[in-house]
């Protein structure tokens, strides 16, 4: 544990991507091979299930600290991190261990069936035997909030520095539904058999947001424009008679989306689709609005009722490996033509389409479909490189989002929350609210969008104006206006206001702006009649 | 009572003075040279005579009588006497005896010997009035020889990579401490002028400090390779950086204790150390105080009376100016040490 806990100082120490990069290859270098494949696997959000619950470590970290329990929870928004707060409070320990991490992870599992009494005697004696980082290492791994500052984009590179693989191919290879159980070092990544994971999939290609004006990416002909689809982004690998749906988080969604299943009678195996799960309105042949799709989210399995309410298809776009190839190398224009002809002759009521090519002989004609976006369900446009091939992960220069540009409302803030974690000691999450007659009636939070500066600044100005507190909570003086970007806007009988926002962060402080000429509550319902 | 809270500050009815008073009044004792503490328009101050040069460097011509520490001075109806805080070189809590009823005033404290100011002597007192700046079990302070070798060896590190170490601490008090801690073997110290001109003022005083070089215009930085640069924080990412060259960066302070903290203030590294008392040192000063009753002041005041509550303590908390939670505290005491 040492030696991982120091690779965690190493990484939190630093804001330089090469030093950490450089730490986490000397860690791949020479650790025990064990506890590389479980870094691996933690940096790759593949945590350990949590064993004990949060309410049980507050507790036992409590009576071990001596301190009483509201203490303790005193402690922690100043913190704002649990693992951290119990590292913080607990005495120094008495014994020193060096177990490596694997040895630790095993020991949390075996605690999965113990009685309470032998779980927390293990706990308070593993406390008791770790310095301070090991600690603060430790109660992350029970706690399962992990997060050590590094991409898994970051660690695909380390380790790539590290073995001397090339580190497209170690994405693809860390892809999928393994875990240190079902793999070793040698089986993922020294020499991976590529049937042994027939599910695994590819990684995904993201795009950039636009920047510049999109005539400077030269002929209109060099690109292929589709609607930005607001679903859920998925891989669809249709291999061995079987299916898997991935999330772009790398979570296997299969289960949630029944529907698809049927797929597998219409197309070959040894096909990977890449599109957009949409909940889709087939009388109309649209998307029906994000919250529909959103009950279909959250649960594993689906109630008949929500299968009918909020049916789904994939609107697919790009096609990543047919006849069981890999065609991710070939230029977009071949992938697309197949992807089309493939699914040309399909039945209608399938619950898959190819996302309509949205065509235009000019950028101008480009603009005008794009600002349609909005009445057809979509975000804006997605310009992608016809000659490009598809990439892993991030990339500059060939996809690029042309987002509608958001909606916006100036409203007043009301309320003032500690941020957490790096914020904890900054004012960084505000409520906000629009006039309704002399009242102002909060609507939306919002906690991004401002420079340091500007937090630093709203932040010393909040402990001035504070007029009442709520707990973590404090009521300010309506004083600052707030111009609020959102993506969309949909009804809610969740919030006093009717409405929720969808993605809403602060575009700009609006020094500017009188009080009174924020925005008010039938403004806000105008635009649900409009756009929700 | 012996002592009040009053709009200007802890006011002494029986002996008509304030004391670390925010508002101008005609008579003030000043605990220390901090400027949430120690501030300028009063008629007269009273300090320690360790106290009194910074004062006087900060506030210019005021009328400043000094005593020692331990000395006992009679106020119209009051026995003053200053005893160590161990905060800074000078600090002091102050005593006030009114008809045999004993209350004092902490000032800013800390209960361990930092090697540079009188170390911190608890006086027994019926009623204590404590800072709780850290008043939190979260805070504990890294012991000083970890911290002397903590900062060594970065020092150390960064000069055999080619850069400046670059630190930033409070130009009173944290600055020299940090001085005393350092080995001067691995390279040259340099300082930003505000921190610099308060060292030289301790210096002239007698206190023993190494060498420093002041950073000017003029500086040859190229020729210094490798050293140790103490800045107040707020130069730190600012324009004034630009001209060192490659640097590593780091902060010494009690919030550093905090991860959040450290990331927010994106430095290199963040070091533990406070000049005020931790967790275990506040508890540790009042037990030692034998108070029955204790007022707490600037910090998480609301959070720590309950604690002394609940220890069978009579306490309250005192709404003063003092510094101001989080950051603010530490902050406000580099601005009037700031030339
Ligand atoms: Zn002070
Ligand atoms: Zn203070």
Known sequence: ??????????????????????????????????DRLWCIALLSGRRP?????????????????????????????????????????????????????????????????????????????????????????????????????????????????????DEAELTHRLMGDWTPDTATWASLIEVPDPTADLSRPYPFYLAYQIDAEPETLGPVTDWLAERKWDGIRGQLILRGGEHWLWSRGEELITDRFPELAQLRDFLPPGTVMDGEVLAWDSAAATPLSFAQLQPRIGRKTVPKKLLTEAPVILMAYDLLEWGGTDWRARPLSERRAQLEAALADLPDDLPLRVSPRVAARDWPGLAKARA????????????????????????????????????????????????????????????????????????????????????????????????????????????????????????STRHKSGVALRFPRMARWRRDKPLAEANTLDDLKAMLARYG | MVLEFTEAGIYCPAADIHIDPWRPVPRALITHGHSDHARPGHGAYLSTSGSAPVIRHRLGDIRLQTIE???????????????????????????????????VVSG??????????????????????????????????????????????????????????VLGVYALGKA???????????????????????????????????ETIQITPETDLKSLSGAMVLAPPSALGSAWMRRLGPVSTGFASGWMRLRGVRRRRAADRGFVVSDHADW????????????????????????????????????????????????????????????
């Open chain 1, 1 to 34: 544990m040492k030696r991982f806990a120091a690779l965690f100082a190493a990484l939190d120490q630093t804001t330089s991507t090469k030093a950490k990069t450089a730490a986490l290859a000397a860690y791949f270098a020479d650790a025990p091979e064990a």
């Open chain 1, 372 to 491: 349609q976006s909005r009445d057809l369900g979509a975000e804006g446009l997605m310009l992608k490189r016809r000659a490009a091939p598809y990439l892993a992960g991030r990339k500059k220069g060939d996809w690029w989002k042309w987002k509608v540009d958001p909606l916006t409302i100036n409203a007043v803030m009301i309320y003032a929350q500690a941020g957490s974690g790096r914020r904890a000691t900054l004012y960084t999450d505000f409520t906000f609210a629009v006039w309704d007659g002399n009242q102002l009636v909060p609507f939306t939070k919002a906690y991004s969008g401002l420079t340091d500066a500007e937090f630093n600044e709203i932040t010393r100005w909040v402990r001035k104006n504070t007029t009442d507190r709520f707990g973590p909570v404090r009521a300010v003086r309506p004083e600052h206006v707030f111009e609020i970007a959102f993506e969309g806007i949909q009804k």
């Open chain 1, 49 to 165: 299930r949590r064993m004990i619950t949060t309410t049980k470590l507050r507790e036992w970290a409590a009576e071990r600290a001596g301190i009483p329990l509201w203490l303790f929870e005193a402690c922690y928004p100043v913190v704002g991190d649990l693992s951290e707060t119990i590292a913080l409070v607990l005495p120094e320990p008495t014994r020193e261990t060096d177990l490596p991490l694997a040895t630790w992870i095993a020991r949390l599992r075996a605690l999965d069936k113990a009685e309470e009494e032998t779980r927390k005697s293990a706990i308070l004696d593993a406390w008791d035997s770790l310095a301070p980082t090991e600690r603060f290492v430790f109660n992350k791994l029970l706690t399962g909030g992990w997060r050590m500052g590094v991409s898994q984009k970051l660690m695909t590179r380390a380790l790539a520095q590290a073995t001397g693989i």
């Open chain 2, 69 to 103: 520490y331990g000395e006992e001075r009679r106020i119209g109806g009051a026995r003053i006497s200053f005893h160590p805080a161990g905060h800074v070189p000078g600090s002091a809590q102050i005593r006030v005896e009114v008809g045999g009823e004993v209350w």
């Open chain 2, 280 to 339: 275990d040192g506040l508890n540790s000063a009042i037990a030692a105080t034998g108070a029955e009753r204790v007022y707490v002041t600037h910090g998480y005041t609301a959070q720590f009376s309950r604690w002394l509550a609940e220890q069978g303590y009579q306490a309250g908390i005192v709404e003063t100016e003092f510094g101001g939670e989080s950051l603010d505290a530490e902050d406000s005491e580099t601005e009037g040490a700031t030339p």
């Open chain 2, 108 to 165: 800013d404290y800390k209960t361990v010997d930092d090697g540079l100011s009188t170390p911190f002597e608890p006086v027994r007192c019926h009623t204590f009035i404590s800072e709780s700046t850290f008043g939190l079990p979260i805070y504990s302070w890294t012991p000083q020889d970890v911290l002397a070798r903590e900062l060594n060896t970065w020092w150390a590190e960064t000069a055999a990579s080619g850069r400046h170490a």
């Open chain 2, 176 to 210: 020299q401490r940090i001085l005393r801690l350092l080995d001067p073997s691995n390279g040259p110290i340099l300082t930003h002028g505000a921190v610099e001109a308060t060292t030289a003022v301790l210096r002239a005083q007698g206190l023993d400090l190494p």
